[in-house]
Nanobody, 115 residues
């Protein structure tokens, strides 16, 4: 399995921005796909954004145009840039890695959007 460590969550006002980062224990280019999921209280975990080893990207409809997933080669991280944040974006955000036949999760980082 891959060890994943998230960082960058916090409290932000509506309309603000945050950048989440996920550090992996193996080269991110060897990982088939990495994604960001989120889970709000009382709701199921949902996919927010995903990036494949080939560079393909996909987003949940609710975040298209506001969130951007990317890879930082030098730091071996996958990042999620979030702008125009809304209260409904409040959730615990989890990093996910699909590596060979395994699926790994980070510990999660809280994002709270509130005035």
């Amino acid at each position: 399995q891959v060890q994943l460590v998230e960082s960058g969550g916090g409290l932000v006002q509506p309309g603000g921005s945050l950048r989440l980062s996920c550090a992996a224990s193996v080269s991110i280019f060897s990982i088939d796909a990495m994604g960001w999921y989120r889970q709000a209280p009382g709701k199921e975990r949902e996919l927010v954004a995903i990036i494949t080893s080939g560079g393909g990207r996909d987003y949940a409809d609710s975040v298209k145009g506001r969130f951007t997933i990317s890879r930082d080669n030098a730091k071996n991280t996958v990042n999620l840039r979030m702008i125009s944040l809304k209260p409904e974006d409040t959730a615990v955000y989890y990093c996910n890695a699909q590596y060979r036949s395994t699926v790994s999760w980070g510990q999660g980082t809280q994002v709270t959007v509130s005035s």
